[in-house]
Nanobody, 126 residues
């Protein structure tokens, strides 16, 4: 059974950086996608980045491409989201998610995922 626990959220200033972590366990990395999503205040949840652990292949939402980087530790137990050049619009609750038994390219579509962490808050102040 997949378990996901986010950490690393907090308050940062515009232009700053932050690294989020997600402890992931109980999954088969060969057939599972992992991803980051976020939900800004008053808005719907949106995809940020995804990774296929077996190969390290990644995808990014256009809004964060070039600023955020998703990665994993060598043991595939921790998912990271490195966030740089932060903007006020990056303020959101950030979630990690998993989809097991997935046999095509990983996505950043919220409807493709069915396992979720409880989230960690990121606030970017001007």
């Amino acid at each position: 059974q997949v378990q996901l626990v986010e950490s690393g959220g907090g308050s940062v200033q515009v232009g700053g950086s932050l690294r989020l972590s997600c402890a992931a366990s109980g999954y088969n990395y060969g057939t599972t996608c992992l991803a980051w999503f976020r939900q800004p205040p008053g808005k719907e949840r949106e995809g940020v980045a995804s990774i296929w652990p077996a190969a390290g292949e990644t995808t990014y939402a256009s809004s964060v491409k070039g600023r955020f980087t998703v990665s994993q530790d060598s043991g595939k137990n921790t998912l990271y989201l490195e966030m740089n050049s932060l903007k006020p619009e990056d303020t959101a609750m950030y979630y990690c998610a998993a989809r097991q038994s997935w046999y095509r390219a990983c996505t950043t579509n919220v409807d493709d995922y069915n396992n979720w962490g409880r989230g960690t808050q990121v606030t970017v102040s001007s």
